[in-house]
């Protein structure tokens, strides 16, 4: 294996480009220092469709395009980064491994401020200007960086001081969303403006206020179309983006690594969306031993692409369409991937069929054409989904606690295991959904074991994010009309739970559920929301093993013959 060391430490981008662009395969990278920074002026530009961010040309600092066997080894140096760039992509490349460095930018794509003061009109926010760049033109607050300025575009998120994590039933913008051109900004002395808007509920002096000014544009790793992919030892600080997206991959490893804000940097925000995002991938994604915390949404995310039939052009052809517009432009399968056909309603697949051509359309539309007859009762809007692409998993070993919204959400059915984790989240700690109407994501479970876990406080922010630390919600409307279920086979044993409210557990068209030997207390760290009627809701499932001695549990529309064992007398609906 040849080696490359880097040494420009002012600016390490056109060294990396000469190494990766023209040094070939076996090759390590070798960062030997304490510092580096990365600047946009002379980096790798493509325009990249990437899933759950925004779409467009990007800069980027270690582009990985049709390597084997490449080591990007950081010697435990920082990685600073400046203006609109992402850090790595991979992509149609096998065997790579990112180790030992972590990942900042020098001004963040987010800001922040302390609360010193509201009212029924607003609040008073003192920011440090210098950390945290700003201007006001009419009222506008605008925040400068490093070759970009943004306005308030995502509204605003209060943070708890003390917890380090979301205020209690905070939310978004405080109780809900806010149009961009309401929020109205005052100068009142060099330190501390007054930001007036349409609040649904009033902030607590002394909290954090965190100013989300910055679409998804910049991701920190993003991996395409690669396979064995190694993250050792990598701590992603911030990132204009997710932490980690991967579509179309095989075989994803992250072991002894992190998403948090950088120690010392007094940030309550670590990467603007989700920690790490995996799209129609397959093969084995293992998340060992890793740390998640303060980023602004879900810490994993495990999914495929429900794609919708536009057009039927004959008996083995239609028109498709990505719906959602953070999907637009992503593959959707390849010649010879097996795809589902799925009601749009029910969720359930009717059908399969073998891909033989996808030809694109453009960034929304695509023609597939199938080897076989589709069934005669197809029809538009029912869905496809990639069952070529759908992935086992394994998280092991893992902290997440301090983000905005859900923990875990899982939706393949690959063979999962959450085992020996901690987990903490505004929202549901494990939420396994899927839907064909919204965001489109797709991968009914088939074989999930959570156990030996503990789960903390879950579920302290809205209700849109959860209604029991684990979650199961696929959004079908009346799932007891349904022949069958959606999901099945979900274990869930020798868990601690500890949380202030009421639901422990909420599953939705399950088809063999068992919850046994788990153990739950009462933390009083809020006050209850109230939000199931009982610790245990079930909805519309089947064939149910449930050990809830001590524990309120509430059935409605099962099916007999199920065995649920509690120290309260069950309501049956």
């Known amino acids: 294996m040849t080696r490359f060391e880097i040494k420009n430490t002012a600016d390490a981008v056109p060294e990396i480009f000469a190494a990766l662009m023209h040094g070939g395969d076996n090759l390590e990278v070798y960062f030997s220092g304490r510092e580096?920074?990365?600047?946009?002026?002379?980096?790798?530009?493509?325009?990249?469709?990437?899933?759950?961010?925004?779409?467009?040309?990007?800069?980027?600092?270690?582009?990985?395009?049709?390597?084997?066997?490449?080591?990007?080894?950081?010697?435990?140096?920082?990685?600073i980064f400046h203006g609109e760039i992402i850090p790595f992509v991979i992509e149609q490349s096998s065997a790579i491994t990112l180790k030992n460095f972590s990942v900042d930018w020098q001004r963040p794509f987010y800001s922040q401020g302390i609360i010193s003061g509201v009212d029924e009109n607003g609040i008073e926010l003192k920011i440090d200007r210098e950390r945290y760049p700003y201007h006001i033109e009419n009222e506008t607050i605008i925040f400068d960086g490093e070759g970009w300025s943004h306005s308030i575009n995502e509204g605003v998120f209060e943070m708890d001081s003390n917890t380090g994590g979301p205020a209690y039933l905070s939310g978004d913008s405080l109780g809900g969303y806010i149009p961009p051109a309401q929020f109205r900004a005052v100068q009142l002395d060099e330190q501390t403006i007054r930001l007036n808007a349409p609040f649904q509920r009033r902030a607590n002096a002394g909290n954090v206020l965190l100013l989300r000014h910055y679409p998804r544009l910049c991701p920190g790793i993003h991996l395409r179309q690669s396979r064995n992919i190694c993250i050792e030892n990598v701590e992603l600080n911030h990132a204009g983006g997710m932490g980690l997206i991967a579509q179309f991959c095989e075989n994803i490893h992250l072991k002894n690594s992190s998403v948090r804000p950088a120690a010392g940097s007094g940030r309550f925000f670590s990467v603007t969306v989700d920690a790490t995002h995996f799209v129609n991938c397959r093969g084995l994604i293992r998340i060992e031993d890793c740390?998640?915390?303060?980023?602004?949404?879900?810490?994993?995310?495990?999914?495929?692409?429900?794609?919708?039939?536009?057009?039927?052009?004959?008996?083995?052809?239609?028109?498709?369409?990505?719906?959602?517009?953070?999907?637009?432009?992503?593959?959707?399968?390849?010649?010879?991937?097996?795809?589902?056909?799925?009601?749009?309603?029910?969720?359930?697949?009717?059908?399969?069929?073998?891909?033989?051509?996808?030809?694109?359309?453009?960034?929304?539309?695509?023609?597939?054409?199938?080897?076989?007859?589709?069934?005669?009762?197809?029809?538009?809007?029912?869905?496809?989904?990639?069952?070529?692409?759908?992935?086992?998993?394994?998280?092991?070993?893992?902290?997440?606690?301090?983000?905005?919204?859900?923990?875990?959400?899982?939706?393949?059915?690959?063979?999962?295991?959450?085992?020996?984790?901690r987990i903490g989240s505004s929202g549901a700690g494990i939420k396994i959904s899927g839907d064909a109407n919204y965001w489109f994501e797709s991968g009914a479970v088939r074989d999930v074991v959570i156990r030996n876990n503990e789960f903390g406080d879950c579920c302290y922010g809205p209700a849109e994010w959860g209604k029991a630390v684990i979650d199961i919600d696929p959004e079908i409307a009346d799932p007891w009309k349904n022949p069958e279920c959606f999901h099945r086979n979900i274990r869930i044993e020798n868990n601690s739970f500890c949380t202030f409210d009421t639901g422990i557990l909420y599953a939705r068209s399950v088809d063999g559920l068992t919850f046994n030997n788990n153990t739950?207390?009462?933390?009083?760290?809020?006050?209850?929301?109230?939000?199931?009627?009982?610790?245990?809701?079930?909805?519309a499932c089947r064939n149910m093993n449930v050990d809830a001695a001590g524990l309120s549990v509430e059935c409605n529309h099962t099916q007999p013959g199920s065995v649920i064992s509690t120290g309260f007398q069950p309501s049956l609906g």
Not at 353 to 381: A, C, G, H, M, W
Not at 520 to 539: F, K
Request: some cysteine; aromatic content about 10%.
């Open 36 to 79: 580096f920074h990365f600047y946009p002026d002379f980096a790798f530009e493509r325009y990249y469709y990437i899933s759950n961010n925004r779409h467009g040309l990007k800069r980027v600092a270690f582009p990985v395009t049709g390597k084997k066997n490449i080591i990007i080894n950081g010697g435990g140096a920082k990685f």
């Open 291 to 421: 740390f998640f915390s303060n980023q602004m949404d879900d810490f994993i995310n495990v999914h495929g692409i429900n794609t919708r039939i536009k057009k039927i052009i004959d008996r083995r052809t239609v028109i498709t369409e990505l719906v959602h517009h953070e999907q637009h432009g992503t593959d959707i399968g390849f010649p010879g991937d097996r795809m589902n056909i799925s009601d749009n309603v029910t969720l359930l697949a009717y059908a399969s069929n073998t891909v033989q051509n996808i030809e694109r359309i453009n960034s929304r539309y695509s023609i597939i054409r199938f080897e076989n007859d589709l069934p005669p009762e197809l029809k538009e809007y029912h869905v496809l989904e990639n069952m070529s692409w759908t992935p086992d998993v394994r998280i092991a070993g893992c902290t997440g606690r301090n983000n905005r919204a859900r923990g875990c959400l899982i939706s393949t059915p690959g063979n999962v295991v959450i085992e020996n984790n």
């Open 520 to 539: 739950v207390t009462l933390s009083h760290s809020y006050p209850a929301a109230g939000r199931l009627p009982a610790n245990i809701v079930l909805d």
